[in-house]
Each structure stands twice: as structure tokens, then as C-alpha cells.
T-cell receptor, first 109, second 115 residues
């Protein structure tokens, strides 16, 4: 089994700043870790996948790090925009598939 | 549009009843996943099927069952419904057998309300 913790409190940041979201897991280190975006009432949308042997992965304004020693992944959105406002979920495979409870991000214009 | 379809979009029923939720995966995807999302629980993995066979099981109640048919569509059956079963039910699909090795494509969900 796996327990995942994400920032439980909502994150509010000013447009143009960098948002940093945290995902901590407690048990075994998975071979992969994924990040998804979810808008209210809609299904999650895949953003990035990072492998255990990759320290960092980038896609446009998104950056993910994966530290298996700390059992932590950080998700960064640079030059944030109001359209980035959503809930962000991290997910880990195991004998099943585990999602964190998500962090709600609001980017203020 | 993810390419995953789910029907119905909304379902309102009474306690004790039985309902069936339907999912059609993206063309070519062999894996189908079912998730339940309620306000206090987050997104909970229920079950995964790969090419017609059960591949992984999560915290799925015994009152719930699922199957994947030869044409790869899947159905989730919920019986003896309780108030606490009210939630959003998502289906997702992916090309491969192992969860986590590639992205999952989520459908729009079915909102179930049990009165």
C-alpha cells in the first residue's frame, strides 16, 4: 500500500510567479510518478510522467523533480497564468494506482 | 476530448437500487480503470481490466463489480446502493497493461446521486 500527501491547503499565487506543489509518499519508491490536472467536475488530465532514474523532467512551463531519497516530488509551474488555476494531483503505481488528494492552485491576475 | 466516453453523465437513484455505468475506452487502448471520487475521499482506484481480464483491484466494495467485454468497453455495476455511494465515477484507459508506465486518459465521469 502507499500513502500520498499533498499540500492540503489551497495555494494562491500572483500571476507571473512560480507555483511549487509538493507530493510526499511514505512507503516504497515507485518506478514512475505522474502528475495530473483536474478542473472542477471534470476528469483528470495527464501532465507529466517522471521515472525513478530521472531527477527532473520539463514540459513547456512545467517542471517535475523526483527525489527517491526524500520520497518526494515537486511540481513547478513557472510564469503562472490564471488559466493554470486547477487542482493538481500526483499519482503513483503500485499493486494498484494511488492518487494524492490534490492541491488546489489559484493564480490571481 | 480524451476519447474516453462514459454514460450516463448523471444518475439519480434510491438506496437499495442497482445501477450500471458504462465506459468506452480510447480506440486501441486495452486497459480500463475505474475510480470513485467523493469530496472527502479524493480519487480512489477501484479496479483495472486489461484486454478482458482483471489486472488490479483496489478498495472496491463487494457490492460493486465490473467487467470488460470483448469489444473492450467496460461496465461498473453498483448494487444495494447506499447514500455514501454518491460520488463521481471516472473511467480511464491506457494502451498498456502496467499502470503507471504511461498516461491514463480519463472520461468525463458519471455523477451518481443516491437519495
Amino acid at each position: 500500500s502507499q500513502k500520498i500527501e499533498q499540500n492540503s491547503e489551497a495555494l494562491n499565487i500572483q500571476e507571473g510567479k512560480t507555483a511549487t506543489l509538493t507530493c510526499n509518499y511514505t512507503n516504497y519508491s515507485p518506478a514512475y510518478l505522474q502528475w495530473y490536472r483536474q478542473d472542477p467536475g471534470r476528469g483528470p488530465v495527464f501532465l507529466l510522467l517522471i521515472r525513478e532514474n530521472e531527477k527532473e523532467k520539463r514540459k513547456e512551463r512545467l517542471k517535475v523533480t523526483f527525489d527517491t531519497t526524500l520520497k518526494q516530488s515537486l511540481f513547478h509551474i513557472t510564469a503562472s497564468q490564471p488559466a493554470d488555476s486547477a487542482t493538481y494531483l500526483c499519482a503513483l503505481p503500485g499493486n494498484q494506482f494511488y492518487f494524492g488528494t490534490g492541491t488546489s492552485l489559484t493564480v490571481i491576475p | 476530448d480524451s476519447g474516453v466516453t462514459q454514460t450516463p453523465k448523471h444518475l439519480i437513484t434510491a438506496t437499495g437500487q442497482r445501477v450500471t455505468l458504462r465506459c468506452s475506452p480510447r480506440s486501441g487502448d486495452l486497459s480500463v480503470y475505474w475510480y470513485q471520487q467523493s469530496l472527502d475521499q479524493g480519487l480512489q482506484f477501484l479496479i483495472q481490466y486489461y484486454n478482458g481480464e482483471e489486472r488490479a483491484k483496489g478498495n472496491i466494495l463487494e457490492r460493486f463489480s465490473a467487467q470488460q467485454f470483448p469489444d473492450l468497453h467496460s461496465e461498473l455495476n453498483l448494487s444495494s446502493l447506499e447514500l455514501g455511494d454518491s460520488a463521481l465515477y471516472f473511467c480511464a484507459s491506457s494502451p498498456q497493461r502496467l499502470a503507471g508506465h504511461n498516461e491514463q486518459f480519463f472520461g468525463p465521469g458519471t455523477r451518481l446521486t443516491v437519495l
